[in-house]
């Protein structure tokens, strides 16, 4: 019997993803655990493997074409099947719905490379286009070839903007953090307290530190907040609309700035890795978050969530809960201000930080408690 393949459901809030390439044509063997399509979800990259092994019968979409998760992408015809014949079954369906982008791209045969009506068309173009929306079928490549070029994109871009200067509608990362950001507040009650620590001796080991090893703020509040956890597991815990679920791993999850959106790696086990190990990870996950070269995996799974804006002169905010997370810590700047310290009024460096927590899962108590035992971790 004929096997279908469908769009995968990566994490909790995929709706939706975008088929980068097909790494087989229609008639084309596969083996079982061989990459069949590349899948593009919140700047994700990730491979789907065919389940079985068989021949590709039906791609039932082109590249490019956002699929909504669980929908037939592709058909294997398995044992003797003929491909033609579950091919033919299939072409009698109606044709499944994909975005204007796409419409007129057809999918790729075997060695054919994919572009606009006047040629192939670079990375960078492709990647702009894909960003901003930009059908590439109608872009005219100026490059060797007629080659699409990112110079051609932005033009497009431009004429774009000025022929329709109404507004520009949500995409990709930018629509996905906003339909999670909107389901959080309306899901969860959500409640922020917020505390100063003193981190005059956390600075001075960051700079003892940083002569050994390349470590930022972050880990070291990282850190902390995963030894923290360990006392206070209440916070190390997901929610769903009737149940709550306590981990025993503390997998922190860290907000990463990229281009136009957020994304958030996770660090496994954080409470087990020595420092060193731990800004390792922190740095080489920031690092393929910004590349755009994070797996599904990296991004999925996380107990908690840290969150610095210090870095950009923040003094405080209200970080909103990653669900389904019931807790997520906001870092602010360090600042250098009077404090009494020692019965004396000083200069001490103080930072502030912001605990959100869904109100329904956690009480107060116990936040304010697990935040009091952040604060101890990061002055002693």
Request: aromatic share 4%.
């Amino acid at each position: 019997m004929a096997v279908e393949v469908v769009m995968p459901k990566f994490g909790l809030t995929m709706q939706e993803g975008t088929i980068q390439r097909w790494f087989k044509a229609e008639g084309d063997p596969v083996a079982k655990g061989e990459s069949l399509f590349e899948v593009e979800t919140e700047k994700v990259l990730y491979e789907v493997e065919a389940p079985v092994a068989g021949r590709v019968a039906k791609l039932l979409y082109p590249e490019e074409a956002t699929v909504a998760c669980a929908r037939v992408v592709a058909v294997l015809a398995v044992a003797d099947e003929d491909p033609a014949v579950v091919a033919a079954q299939y072409a009698a369906r109606p044709e499944p719905a994909a975005p204007a982008a796409a419409v007129a791209v057809a999918a790729p045969a075997r060695g054919q490379t994919r572009g606009g009506p006047s040629g192939p068309v670079t990375p960078a173009a492709r990647k702009l286009a894909k960003e901003h929306g930009i059908d590439l079928t109608a872009v005219a490549g100026t490059g060797p070839g007629g080659r699409v070029t990112r110079e051609d994109v932005e033009a497009a871009i431009a004429a774009a903007a000025t022929a329709a200067p109404a507004g520009e509608p949500l995409r990709g990362m930018r629509k996905t953090i906003a339909e999670h950001m909107l389901h959080s507040v309306q899901s969860t009650a959500q409640l922020t307290i917020t505390t100063e620590a003193d981190v005059t001796e956390l600075v001075v080991r960051h700079h003892r530190l940083r002569g050994e090893f390349a470590v930022t703020i972050t880990d070291l509040v990282i850190e902390a907040v995963a030894a923290a956890l360990r006392v206070h597991p209440r916070l190390n815990a997901t929610a769903s609309v009737d149940a709550v679920r306590h981990h025993a791993a503390i997998d922190v999850g860290v907000a990463v700035a990229v281009d136009d959106g957020l994304i958030v790696p996770v660090i496994r086990g954080a409470d087990g890795k020595a420092l060193r190990d731990l800004a390792v990870e922190s740095r080489a996950l920031a690092d393929k978050a910004r590349a755009g070269r994070l797996a599904a995996d990296e991004v999925r799974g996380g107990t908690f969530t840290v969150t610095n804006l210090g870095m950009y002169g923040v003094d405080a905010f209200t970080p909103i809960l990653n669900t389904p997370q019931v807790a997520t810590l906001g870092v602010g700047r360090i600042v250098e201000k009077p404090a009494v310290h020692g019965g004396q009024i000083v200069a001490r460096r103080m930072m502030v930080l912001s605990l959100t927590f869904d109100h329904r899962i956690v009480d107060g108590v116990p936040a304010a408690a697990f935040l009091r035992d952040v604060v101890a971790r990061l002055q002693g």
